[in-house]
């Protein structure tokens, strides 16, 4: 079982930066993939970013290539989304997620039954 927690949303101007963190707890967390997912009032959640095991291999959405990173130190048991170049569209509820999956862009960062993703954090660009 993992417990997520997110933290680092605010509010950024277009253009801006912020990085997210998912400071995650239980024994499994080093075999998971994990990612960030995103959702804004009235659109269907986006999987942003994942990150296989070790971090080895990576995935993002068109929407956020080259812009957006992806990493995690497994020693602190943290997932982090470093966000450059913000824009409006990026405005939405971002959760931090974790599953087993085949590979990063086979999942997506979209959890299924069993995933585990956190409370989220809001991220607001103006």
């Known amino acids: 079982h993992v417990q997520l927690v997110e933290s680092g949303g605010g509010s950024v101007q277009s253009g801006g930066s912020l990085r997210l963190s998912c400071a995650a707890s239980?024994?499994?967390?080093?075999?998971?993939?994990m990612g960030w997912f995103r959702q804004a009032p009235g659109k269907e959640r986006e999987g942003v970013a994942a990150?296989?095991?070790?971090?080895?291999?990576?995935y993002y959405a068109e929407s956020v290539k080259g812009r957006f990173t992806i990493s995690r130190v497994n020693a602190k048991k943290t997932l982090y989304l470093q966000m450059n170049s913000m824009n409006a569209e990026d405005t939405a509820m971002y959760y931090c997620?974790?599953?087993?999956?085949?590979?990063?862009?086979?999942?997506?960062?979209?959890?299924?039954?069993?995933?585990?993703w956190g409370q989220g954090t809001q991220v607001t660009v103006s």
């Open positions: 997620a974790a599953e087993v999956c085949l590979s990063p862009g086979s999942w997506k960062a979209k959890p299924g039954k069993t995933g585990y």
């Open positions: 990150i296989n095991a070790i971090g080895s291999s990576t």
């Open positions: 239980g024994d499994t967390y080093s075999g998971y993939c």
